[in-house]
C-alpha cells in the first residue's frame, strides 16, 4: 500500500533557530500533502494544504511566516519551522493523498523540542 | 460547518469483550468516512474507511464500522479486544473545502484494555 516517510522522528533546537522536516510519499505521486500539528492528548489540528507547484493554504490562525510549507515535487513536501520557540514545541504529522482511491496515508510524525 | 463529535473520551474494556466505539458526524452531503488509530508517539494508520455502497465497512484486525445516515453515525466494532488494541481511535470525515479535500478528526477516544 501507500507509504509515506517522514524525517526526522525526533527533533531538539534550540530557541530562536529553525527546523525543517520531510514528508515523502514513497511509491506515489502527492499532488495534496497536509500538516497537522497534535498538542498531547488532543485530536490533529489541520495546519496547512500543500499543493505541488503553488502555495499553501493555511488554516486560520496559522502563521505562515512561522510555518514555511514548500511543496517542490510530486513526492516531497517540507515543513520550515522558523524562528522556533519553545511554544512551538509539539508532534507534527503529514498526510498524502492517494491516487484515485479517496484515500489519505500518514506519515509516522515528528517530535519537536524547543529548548 | 463540518464536524466530527467523539462522545467518549476515554473507555477502558476488557480483553476479549466487544468494543463499540462511537462516532457522529455533520456534514452537508454524503461524506467520506474514516477510522484510524494512533498508538503513542505515531502516526495514524488506516483502519477502515467509507466511500459509498455497503454501510456495514469491514477493515484490518478485525474491526467493522457501519455508516448510518439517518443517525449521522459511524461507529467502530470489534467483537473480541485484544491488549494490543490498547490506543487511540480517531473518527474523521472527509469534506471539501475549495478545490481540495481536506479531513476533519473528531476529539479522539483512547481505549485502555485490562487484562
Known amino acids: 500500500g501507500a507509504v509515506v516517510s517522514q524525517h526526522p522522528s525526533r527533533v531538539i533546537c534550540k530557541s530562536g533557530t529553525s527546523v525543517k522536516i520531510e514528508c515523502r510519499s514513497l511509491?506515489?505521486?502527492?499532488?495534496?500533502m497536509f500538516w497537522y500539528r497534535q498538542f498531547p492528548k488532543q485530536s490533529l489540528m489541520l495546519m496547512a494544504t500543500?499543493?505541488?507547484?503553488?502555495?499553501?493554504?493555511?488554516e486560520q490562525g496559522v502563521e505562515k511566516d512561522k510555518f514555511l510549507i514548500n511543496h517542490a515535487s510530486l513526492t516531497l513536501s517540507t515543513l520550515t519551522v522558523t524562528s522556533a520557540h519553545p511554544e512551538d514545541s509539539s508532534f507534527y504529522i503529514c498526510?498524502?493523498?492517494?491516487?484515485?482511491?479517496?484515500?489519505?496515508?500518514f506519515g509516522s510524525g515528528t517530535r519537536l523540542t524547543v529548548v | 460547518a463540518q464536524s466530527v463529535t467523539q462522545p467518549d473520551i476515554h473507555i477502558t474494556v476488557s480483553e476479549g469483550a466487544s468494543l463499540e466505539l462511537r462516532c457522529n458526524y455533520s456534514?452537508?452531503?454524503?461524506?467520506?468516512l474514516f477510522w484510524y488509530v494512533q498508538s503513542p508517539g505515531q502516526g495514524l494508520q488506516l483502519l477502515l474507511k467509507?466511500?459509498?455502497?455497503?454501510?456495514l465497512v469491514q477493515g484490518i484486525k478485525g474491526f467493522e464500522a457501519e455508516f448510518k445516515r439517518s443517525q449521522s453515525s459511524f461507529n467502530l466494532r470489534k467483537p473480541s479486544v485484544h491488549w494490543s488494541d490498547a490506543a487511540e481511535y480517531f473518527c474523521?470525515?472527509?469534506?471539501?473545502?475549495?478545490?481540495?479535500?481536506?479531513?476533519?478528526f473528531g476529539t479522539g477516544t483512547l481505549l485502555a484494555v485490562q487484562p
Open positions: 498526510s498524502a493523498r492517494e491516487p484515485g482511491d479517496y484515500g489519505y496515508t
Open positions: 511509491d506515489f505521486q502527492a499532488t495534496t
Open positions: 500543500s499543493n505541488e507547484g503553488s502555495k499553501a493554504t493555511y
Open positions: 456534514y452537508g452531503a454524503t461524506p467520506y
Open positions: 467509507y466511500f459509498s455502497g455497503d454501510t
Open positions: 474523521a470525515v472527509g469534506a471539501r473545502s475549495g478545490a481540495t479535500n481536506k479531513l476533519i
